[in-house]
């Protein structure tokens, strides 16, 4: 994504309510934060967050955590729920390295990974979001029976992420190079990123996948 420094977006993050600004201190407490037991689904990496803010008005049931490292990217979302002002979403700025220390063990029901960095040096593999290492992270709070969705257009990290969702254990429960002609396309909320570049021409890749069951 190019960045645009976008000047007062750290002010404007550390005024919003809708940032969480010590997440670390949520472990464990979001139901609190929210002031319901509904199930929690996080976007990691939502960019400018037209996905999370269009399936938080689809399913009030659910509560939403975007997740952003950059803040000039992170107050455009910003810009979108002050006008929304939903109560079921809110947003955290920082880089998913720490995931762990946000969500207690089983907090998160559903995380979503949409057209997240490819990273494309082999030395930078593990900073993809659907390096093993991340996979295992994921682990520590995503619910025995909860999933991820991940989409892309980049047939390369797809197939990287092919291969790690086997080497953590993970179950496939379905994928597809070419969602948008195949039997899943039905009912899929498009991001900013896909429909950039589904409108080129380029076919969107998505696999859904659970955990490893635990011993
Ligand atoms: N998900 C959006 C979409 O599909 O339109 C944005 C896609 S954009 C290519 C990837 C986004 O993920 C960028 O905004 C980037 O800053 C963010 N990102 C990448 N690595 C991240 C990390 N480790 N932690 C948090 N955000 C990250």
């Known amino acids: 994504m190019r960045l645009r420094n976008v000047r007062g977006s750290k002010?404007?993050?550390?005024?919003?309510?809708?940032?969480?600004?010590?997440?670390?201190?949520?472990?464990?407490r979001w139901a609190e934060i929210f002031g319901n037991e509904n199930p929690i689904h996080i976007e990691v990496g939502?960019?400018?967050?037209?996905?999370?803010i269009d399936?938080?008005?689809?399913?009030?049931?659910?509560?939403?955590?975007?997740?952003e490292k950059y803040s000039s990217v992170l107050v455009r979302a910003i810009e979108k729920q002050t006008i929304e002002?939903?109560?079921?979403?809110?947003?955290?700025?920082?880089?998913?390295?720490?995931?762990?220390?946000?969500?207690?063990?089983?907090?998160?029901?559903y995380i979503y990974l949409n057209f997240s960095d490819p990273w494309p040096?082999?030395?930078?593999?593990?900073?993809?979001?659907?390096?093993?290492q991340f996979l295992n992270?994921?682990?520590?709070?995503?619910?025995?029976?909860?999933?991820?969705?991940?989409?892309?257009?980049?047939?390369?990290?797809?197939?990287?992420?092919?291969e790690q969702v086997e080497l953590a254990g993970w179950e496939m429960v379905n994928y597809t190079f070419d969602?948008?002609?195949?039997?899943?396309?039905?009912?899929?909320?498009?991001?900013?990123?896909e429909e950039k570049f589904s409108a080129m021409g380029n076919p969107i890749c998505r696999m859904v996948i659970k955990p490893p069951k635990k011993k």
């Open 179 to 193: 969602l948008h002609h195949s039997e899943y396309a039905e009912g899929n909320v498009m991001t900013e990123y």
């Open 137 to 162: 992270r994921y682990v520590n709070f995503l619910a025995a029976d909860g999933g991820l969705t991940f989409k892309t257009d980049n047939r390369p990290l797809f197939d990287f992420s092919l």
């Open 11 to 28: 002010d404007v993050i550390a005024s919003c309510p809708f940032v969480v600004q010590e997440p670390e201190s949520c472990r464990g």
């Open 85 to 109: 002002q939903l109560p079921n979403l809110v947003f955290i700025r920082m880089d998913a390295e720490a995931i762990e220390n946000v969500f207690e063990k089983d907090e998160v029901a």
């Open 121 to 132: 040096k082999d030395r930078h593999a593990r900073r993809r979001l659907t390096s093993v």
């Open 46 to 52: 939502m960019g400018k967050g037209r996905f999370i």
């Open 55 to 67: 399936m938080a008005k689809l399913h009030p049931e659910i509560n939403y955590i975007g997740i």
